[in-house]
């Protein structure tokens, strides 16, 4: 099976039987390590483009052969959708792309259609060259459209969402949102809190080929610029860093924390906050970290980073955070409530959220949130902090939270002191919450808030 083959088969467990596109990268990469260098990247740069673009890829598909994508058999949608991926926007040859694809095709079977498979590809490539570019060619299908169709066609994002972000901001910040989510993600690392210099670690990846920069807005952050293999690092072996997005990073830089504090993260998976506290608390001479969540299966990806770290001071236990504990009434100096969410505010990582979301989700996961929010108050000591944050850009989730928590008799806290200058604003500092919004901030979108118990 070769490199495209194995794109396609990913395709068709995210597109047909509904599974994650993060976990299916995560597992093919794990089963096929024959692919190194160019042909790894080469796999995850049409994954992940391919169900990035898709929706105008589809709308485009659509256009060519006068029937829609889900109509067509799903053995040779993800043919096409993959191949007119690279024709539009990679630098490859499009008689590779078409010849590859009617390759798939027959090799799926499907010899009847191969000649349509060929058809609409080159038919496809011809009206690029025509118009001189990818970029023209796209505009000049979006001709006549209105705004709110133009943007999605253009950075294929459903039409809902466009509607609502068009409700919170300008058209302008909208747009800069959605070429944000389109450009390359960037791998960052956390450094360990007993080398926030980096020496260590980056002494350790540059001798394995790896090169990093300073991040905008987190001092112990550093963004990974030349290409290299983090996860299978013998630096990340030895637990020299942690991979960790800048804003979730931002998150365990904000919290208050002292010498045998004792911690309750709410909701730990996948636990890079959790292990990045612990790492403070030891730091500081102790503290102990209760981790929650609600399977053993998501608690071992905690566990597993917690020994790789050297992390001792963790306690993991199964517990549904919806449900109250009257064990930990007044026993926490410190709540994290990294809660569910849409996730909207990583489209750019994870491109499925973006079609597996729909707007009635958003109020119904709000709900939820509201629900941990109250199960979890009695939790915190008086004069406690309670961390409240969510990977998404949606008001229902964020403020809906934060006024719950305000309800509840929790004071917000002037973030101030734990931003860096380029983050503080009057809601940082007078509200005490911070909403990252990508394009107009260098990282995911995320919105953090933090309060203490009155």
């Not at 038919?123 to 943007?151: F, W």
Request: charged residues 25%; proline residues 3%.
């Amino acid at each position: 099976m070769n490199t495209r083959e194995i794109i396609c088969k990913m395709l068709d467990e995210v597109n047909e039987q509904g599974n994650l596109c993060h976990r299916v990268q995560t597992k093919t990469l794990a089963e096929h390590t024959e692919l190194v260098g160019a042909e790894r990247a080469f796999l995850i740069r049409v994954f992940h483009g391919t169900l990035e673009r898709q929706q105008t890829i589809d709308w485009i598909l659509m256009r060519k052969t006068g029937r829609a994508v889900q109509k067509q058999k799903p053995k040779i949608r993800n043919v096409l959708r993959m191949a007119v991926y690279q024709i539009l926007f990679m630098d490859v040859p499009n008689s590779a792309a078409c010849n590859e694809a009617v390759k798939i095709t027959k090799n799926r079977n499907m010899n009847g259609l191969s000649g349509m498979v060929n058809g609409v590809l080159r038919g496809i490539a011809r009206d690029v060259e025509a118009d001189g570019s990818t970029e023209a060619y796209l505009e000049q299908l979006a001709e006549g459209m209105n705004t709110t169709d133009r943007l999605s066609f253009l950075y294929a994002m459903p039409t809902w969402l466009i509607l609502y972000w068009r409700s919170l901001y300008d058209d302008a910040t909208v747009e800069k949102m959605l070429k944000s989510f389109l450009e390359e993600s960037k791998t960052v690392i956390r450094l360990r809190e007993d080398d926030r210099s980096g020496e260590k670690a980056m002494e350790a990846l540059l001798s394995e080929g790896t090169e990093l920069t300073e991040t905008e807005y987190a001092p112990n952050a550093r963004r990974m610029t030349k290409a290299g293999r983090l996860d299978g690092s013998a630096a990340f072996a030895k637990g020299l860093f942690a991979i960790q997005d800048e804003s979730s990073i931002l998150v365990g830089n904000l919290i208050p924390l002292k010498a045998g504090d004792t911690v309750l993260d709410l909701c730990a998976a996948p636990g890079g906050k959790t292990c990045h506290i612990a790492e403070r608390l030891q730091a500081l001479g102790g503290g102990t970290v209760l981790a929650r969540d609600v399977s053993d299966k998501k608690l071992e990806a905690i566990q597993e980073n917690a020994s790789r770290l050297g992390l001792s001071n963790l306690r993991l236990k199964v517990w549904d955070a919806e449900r109250v504990d009257p064990t930990m009434k007044g026993a926490a100096d410190v709540v994290l409530a990294d809660l569910p969410c849409s996730g909207i505010g990583v489209i750019g990582r994870k491109p499925d959220i973006k079609w597996k979301t729909e707007l009635d989700d958003i109020s119904a996961l709000a709900e939820i949130q509201k629900r941990i929010l109250r199960a979890s108050a009695d939790y915190v000591k008086k004069g406690g902090y309670l961390v409240f944050s969510t990977c998404t850009i949606t008001k229902e989730e964020n403020m809906g939270g934060y006024e719950e928590l305000r309800s509840l008799g929790f004071d917000p806290v002037d973030l101030t002191p734990y931003l860096p200058k380029a983050l503080q604003s009057e809601p940082t500092a007078k509200e005490g919450y911070l909403q990252l919004v990508p394009g107009v901030h260098s990282t995911d979108g995320f919105f953090f808030s933090l309060f203490q118990k009155n």
